[in-house]
């Protein structure tokens, strides 16, 4: 069966230091995988996915196959990077989600 | 683009009533759309997939008669809380993808419908 495991429910980091949040997967596919973030009052928005290999808001995020992980980077964080990240796994053609528990990120003055 | 809206943003209804969560892609054609809902807390559980002018496909232990949905037009998929009860109430979130403009590996989220069942 398809999971994904974000191990941290919560993070607080310090403005300007490095953010790493942490994304596993268990999939015997080939998976797709996604970060989506929620910032406070809104919507569930994508914010990138393996495939593009771009770097959005200053994230990064590479999949990696051997450790089936995709974890979720920023090398300075900034105050407004405080949101709920959720890691999501794309299968059946893309058809369908499956998202990790989220992680509530908050980043300090 | 690509926004995605939901109606009513709160209920609140007695046990035993139905409640009807409406879903609308308002830019653009959404042949498939998703249902979630979100437990306090917790994360976003896949209900159902909703696909236009076809009976929707419902992931393993979603009661069928408990939660009806409806695809009849290419913008808009309800979702009904038949006989609501206590234990109903959530948070339910719809997404849909656009294969229009959009990458179609790409769902936008509507804002979501807190349902409070007395």
């Known amino acids: 069966a398809q999971r994904v495991t974000q191990p941290e429910k919560l993070l607080s980091v310090f403005k300007g230091a490095p953010v790493e949040l942490k994304c596993n997967y268990s999939?015997?596919?080939?998976?797709?995988l996604f970060w989506y973030v929620q910032y406070s009052r809104q919507r569930l928005q994508l914010l990138l996915r393996?495939?593009s290999r771009e770097s959005i808001k200053g994230f990064t995020a590479d999949l990696n196959k051997g450790e089936t992980s995709f974890h979720l980077k920023k090398p300075f964080a900034q105050e407004e990077d405080s949101a709920m990240y959720y890691c999501?796994?794309?299968?059946?053609?893309?058809?369908?989600?499956?998202f990790g528990q989220g992680t509530r990120l908050t980043i300090n003055p | 683009g690509a926004v995605v809206s939901q109606h009513p943003s709160r209920v609140i209804c007695k046990s035993g009533t139905s409640v009807k969560i409406e879903c609308r892609s308002l830019d653009f054609q959404a042949t498939t759309m998703f249902w979630y809902r979100q437990f306090p807390k917790q994360s976003l559980m896949l209900m159902a997939t909703s696909n236009e002018g076809s009976k929707a496909t419902y992931e393993q232990g979603v009661e069928k008669d408990k939660f009806l949905i409806n695809h009849a037009s290419l913008t808009l998929s309800t979702l009904t809380v038949t006989s609501a009860h206590p234990e109903d109430s959530s948070f339910y979130i719809c997404s849909a993808r656009d294969w229009g403009t959009g990458s179609p590996d790409t769902q936008y989220f509507g804002p979501g419908t807190r349902l409070t069942v007395l």
């Open positions: 393996h495939i």
């Open positions: 999939y015997s596919g080939s998976p797709e």
């Open positions: 999501a796994l794309s299968y059946q053609g893309a058809q369908k989600l499956v």
